[in-house]
Nanobody, 117 residues
Framework: QVQLVESGGGLVQAGGSLRLSCAASGIIVSLNRMAWYRQAPGKQRELVAVITNGGSTNYAYSVKGRFTVSTDNAENTVSLQMNSLKPEDTAVYYC???????????WGQGTQVTVSS
């Protein structure tokens, strides 16, 4: 059974930083594709950052240069370092795991990030 548990969300002023973490169980993050999505009120969920099993990363244009996705293989976690935060980054952030073995997609419960102006 795959479980993803996010942590690290909160309230921060514009220009500040937050680090989100996603603890995974039942799936090995280094062997699969891990991603962060976000959903703002009234908007569709959107991809923020992805890291593949080979370590390749990709980012939404709106966060490129400000956010960094990484994995900690020893801890089996995936993190999202968010710098220079803007009010438009306010959203619920979700951890996602795509299992290459069975094509399953798994989601965490989400963590709220609020950036005040």
């Amino acid at each position: 059974q795959v479980q993803l548990v996010e942590s690290g969300g909160g309230l921060v002023q514009a220009g500040g930083s937050l680090r989100l973490s996603c603890a995974a169980s039942g799936i090995i993050v280094s062997l699969n594709r891990m991603a962060w999505y976000r959903q703002a009120p009234g908007k569709q969920r959107e991809l923020v950052a992805v890291i593949t099993n080979g370590g390749s990363t990709n980012y939404a244009y709106s966060v490129k240069g400000r956010f960094t996705v990484s994995t900690d293989n020893a801890e089996n976690t995936v993190s999202l370092q968010m710098n220079s935060l803007k009010p438009e980054d306010t959203a619920v952030y979700y951890c996602n795991a795509h299992d290459y073995n069975n094509s399953g997609d798994y989601w965490g419960q989400g963590t709220q990030v609020t950036v005040s102006s």
